[in-house]
Each structure stands twice: as structure tokens, then as C-alpha cells.
């Protein structure tokens, strides 16, 4: 227990005592389950009883769904969660406390987001009973139980990292809410819109039209490798391997061969990886920006 | 202990420090006093390492705090001017807490964090959440925190603005026992009474630099002896008048209803002869003393 880092020890006994964490593990599984009571009673229930014949293939949809909600709790929950880390601890005037001991700035950055992350998982492990109902018909296999809960943590990281690097440079909250919400949504909303106007606008020039068959086209390019910082894509890649489902993103990047043949089979781990990266970068900076002693490139 | 040179430090066009060169000693128990906006604090966290000099250095122990940053931290208590504590944490684990931000062991924590809650008489709130205290309390709960790694030298930014008299003086009595175990301690305050009381020395500054520092006995004693005597009587009759006005080391005599004020050059002997003289001249006297010597009084002279 001694090697714990100890700020995130702290955080998590703080966030055991909260009000808030019952609420949202309580309000989070009941959406799931009655989620998952809705399909069983579509699927054996009705469906058994209209057509006599009970569609297995409806577990994968209801696998693929409860993996939407957790991606998107994810992706909504960790900004809020990660921009009050270390902008909280300034704005309560105890950051002063924790940077005058011995404490090295990375440990604080690194404690947060271990903090911030954790609750994310707990959420997902907590919803295990509900999502054994995929299990007992069958389909999905724990391997892919566990795939998908990297993934989910590499996601929660990834964005987490951006809203502690918020947290850091912004003196308010509010402010770094705000930033790592922003951020979230262009990554994970405009990015791909964006490339997909660009896709438009070239088609449109060389043909003079455009249709809504351009739009299966998918992104062209090396603008597509833009996509590997994307969560819904990398979530769509993982899904794929699993469910069998969203194909189609793959199947298109895949169709540009060479290196892209190469991403379309590994592009979650490829993506994965890439994410990875700007999170050990961004957290790189954050603890160096905390540093009070760190010389900071200001005009002399 | 610390060597502060010629530290300069401007937030935005404002400037904060401006030259500041000082020096404390192992084991003083030091008052650092000045107008508010004078650098204080400014000077203190530079210290604690939690704000970096635009230039000048300064030295602990012979080695710059912004480069043996990480060692001097866990030999520096800091108690800072404003702070906040965390929801949900009892005071028993806020103590833990810090402690561990120390590296300190299990069993290491638990017996200082003991000792400690002792000391400052704090121990029946050890199960009492942290942000339910009152501000005094967090206050004394601060210093007993900065006390948590043992550190050779305490900063304390106005410890005790906002404590009753009670905690100040138990304050002031564990900063002089800290003291006497050879802690070296700097603490600001604007309570100058309280800190001629309990420190060894002291420095003023304005405006980013330095005006004077020294010890405080010494100090004090200076002031004393420049002091004029002060007389009370009841009765002055003329023979007494001429005695004083005719003694060779009165001069000066500023003459109010009821009192007389002079300046006295002499030693406590001779000012008991005067005084028995007087009595003998036919004067009632009610009061005779020389004012001490007040850092108030000093403070006001060299901050103007
Ligand atoms: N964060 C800051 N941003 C801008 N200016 C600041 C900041 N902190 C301090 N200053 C300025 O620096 C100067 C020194 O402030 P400092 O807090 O060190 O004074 P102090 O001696 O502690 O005063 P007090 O007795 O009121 O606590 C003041 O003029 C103040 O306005
Ligand atoms: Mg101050």
C-alpha cells in the first residue's frame, strides 16, 4: 500500500465518501438494465411470440449498444472529471499545500488522472452483472469483454489527458470545463465532420456534383490517418473485431491499400497506440507546466 | 541557514521584490514585518519553492532552493497566508495525507501525526472532518501539517491572523520550544507586540528591499534608551522643578497636565537618585518610567 501514489489514494477515499458516486453508479446501471430487460422482453418475449422464432443475432445489438452508452459515458463524464483535478485544488487553495512537499508535480498529474480514470472504471465493472446478460446466450466472449475495457481506459486516458492539461493551464474550473469539453467534441464530433466536408468540397470540384453516394466514400487520404486521434472511429474499429458491426468505415479506409490495408485490420490497436502517445505527451507538459520552479519561456 | 541575494521578482508591470538581500540564522526564530504589499509573501514562497525569482538566489543550507528544489521541500515546513482544506477527510487522514507526500511509512505517520495532534492539543478532533472546522482550528491544523516531515525550517505566512488568544499563545509557546530544539523558523505577521515577545530577530522590508534587521532585545533596548523618562505626579512644587531643570542629564523638559517628559541620559542609578531627590524637593509622584521600546514604534519610524 506504501507505493500507492498517494494523491490518488486520497482522491479515491474522498470520492468513496461522496454522495455523488452512489447517484451515479445507482442512476448509470438502471439505465443499463432497463436497457437490457427492454431487449430480452423484444427479444424473447415478442418477437417469440409474432414470429415464433427468437433472433439471436439481437444480443450483438444489445452488446453494441451498452458498448455505446459506456464509450459515450466515458467521453462525457472524464472532461468534467479531469478539468476540476488540478484547477479544484487551485481554485480551493490547496495546491499551494500539496506543491510545497515533496510531491513531484508528474506524481500529482499522473495521481489525477489515475483518479479520474478509476471512477470510469469502476462504473464499467460495476455494470459487469447487467452486461453478464450478453454472456448467458452467448456470442461475445470474455477476451472481447476485456478488449473492450482497454480500449474503454485507453479512451478514458486519452481524453482525460486533455482535460488535466486544461486543468493545469486554466486558474478557473469553469474555464477548464469548458476547454476539455470543446476539445472533446472537436476530436470526437467536428474532426470527422471536418474531413468529410474537405471530402466533399474535392469531390464537388472534380465532378461538378456531388450525390449522397459520395458519402459512403468515406475519407480519402492521408486525411484518413487523422482519424486514428478519433475515439468513435477507434470504438467502431474495436466493435467491428467483435460484433461484426460498422464494417463499413473499415472497409473503405481499407480500400486505399498500401499502408491504409495495413490500418484497416490493426486500427484499433494502431489507434490505440497513437492515442496513447498524445496522452504521455500531454501529461508530459502538464507536470512540467505545474512546476512552479520549471523556467517558463516569458519574455525578459 | 537561508541567504537571500538581491531577489527580484515583478508580476506583470507591478514589481513585487526589488533587490531583497537578507540573511537568517540557524536556529532563529525570525519576525519578518513590513506594509501590506511589501513582498512577504512574495519572499516566503520563493522560499518554500512554489514561485520562481525573475533573478537573485537564494541559498539554504549553502544550496539553492531552484535547483535542490525536491530535497530542501522535505526539509521546509510552509504554512501559507491563504489555504484550503479538502471535503470528505478527517483530520486524523489529512495528516496522513501530507505525510505520505513525504514518503513517510505507516507506522512513521501514525505516531507523529499522534504526537503532533498532541501538541497542538488537537487531539480529540482527530475524527472530525476537516472542512467542518473552523477557521482557527484549519489554522492550527496548518501549522501541525507543516510539522509533519520534521522539517528544519518552518515558513509561516501570518500564521496566526484569525486564531483567539488562546491558540495564539500556544502558537507562540511551540514556536519558541520549536525554536529552542533548533528549528530555524520565519514568520510573518502585523502583530508586532506578539513577535517582539517571541522572536530573536527581525526583519523589516518595504517595498521589495530591506530596511533593517537585527536582534530584537538588542533592538528593543536601543529604543528604550533613546526613550524619554515619563513622570506622573500629584503634587510638583517649584523647589522640585528647579532640582529636575537644573540636573545635567535632563534636557528637554515637555511639561502636559499632571506629567512631565524628558529625555535621560543617565543610567537607572543615577535615575533613582533623581527620583529620590525629587521626592525629597517635596513632589508627589505617582508614576516615574521610561516607555519600552515598541517594534511598533520602530516599524512606524522606518516604513515612512
Ligand atoms: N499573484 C499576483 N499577481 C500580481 N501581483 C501580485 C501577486 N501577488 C502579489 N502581487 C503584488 O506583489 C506585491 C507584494 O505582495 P505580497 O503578497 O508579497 O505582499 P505582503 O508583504 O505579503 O503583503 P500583506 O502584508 O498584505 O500580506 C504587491 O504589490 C502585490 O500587489
Ligand atoms: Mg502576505
Known sequence: MRHINPVYKRELKQTARMKKTLVMLLVYN?????????????????????????????????????SILEFGMVLLIVPAVTAGAVAGEREKQTLDLLLSTKVSPLQIVIGKLAASISMVILLAVSSLPVLAIVFSIGGITLFDMANFLIF?????????????????????????????YSTMIVLVILLPILLYAVEFAEVFRKIG?????????????????????????????????QAGRGG??????????????????????VSLLCQLLVAIVLIGISAHKLNPLAKSRKRA | MIKIRNLRKVYGDIPALCGLTMEIGSCELFGFV????????????????????????ILIDGERVTVHAKKLKGEIGYVPDFFGVYDNLKVQEYMEFYASLYGMSGRETRKRTEELLGMLNMTEWREEMVDSLSRGMKQKLCVARALVNNPKLLVLDEPASGMEPKYRRQLKELLQQLCAEGKTILISSHNLQELSEMCTNIGVIDKGRLLMQGNVQEILQEQTISNPYVLQYIRFPEEAMALLKSHALVKNIAIRENSLSFPFTGTREEAAALLSGLVAAGAEISSFFREEGSLEKLFLEVTT
Not at chain 1, 456531388?210 to 486521434?229: P, V, Y
Not at chain 1, 463499413?248 to 486500427?267: D, P, Q, R, T
Request: charged fraction near 15%; hydrophobic fraction near 45%; charge should be positive.
Open chain 1, 30 to 66: 438502471l439505465l443499463l438494465a432497463c436497457f437490457g430487460l427492454l431487449v430480452f422482453y423484444l427479444m424473447f418475449d415478442r418477437d417469440g411470440r409474432i414470429s415464433n422464432r427468437v433472433e439471436y443475432s439481437g444480443i450483438l445489438t444489445l452488446y453494441t449498444v451498452m
Open chain 1, 152 to 180: 474503454i481506459i485507453v479512451t478514458a486516458i486519452y481524453i482525460g489527458s486533455f482535460g488535466i492539461f486544461f486543468s493545469v493551464c486554466c486558474k478557473r474550473v469553469t474555464v477548464a470545463t469548458v476547454c476539455s
Open chain 1, 209 to 241: 456534383y456531388t450525390s449522397f453516394t459520395a458519402l459512403s466514400r468515406c475519407i480519402s487520404g492521408k486525411r484518413a490517418l487523422l482519424l486514428l486521434f478519433n475515439p468513435p472511429v477507434s470504438f467502431i474499429s474495436v466493435i467491428k473485431n
Open chain 1, 248 to 269: 463499413n468505415v473499415m472497409a473503405s479506409i481499407g480500400s486505399e491499400g498500401g499502408v491504409f490495408y495495413f490500418l484497416s485490420k490493426h486500427w484499433d490497436i
Open chain 2, 34 to 57: 513590513g506594509p501590506n504589499g511589501a513582498g512577504k509573501t512574495t519572499t516566503m514562497k520563493i522560499i518554500a519553492g512554489l514561485l520562481r525569482a525573475d533573478s537573485g538566489e
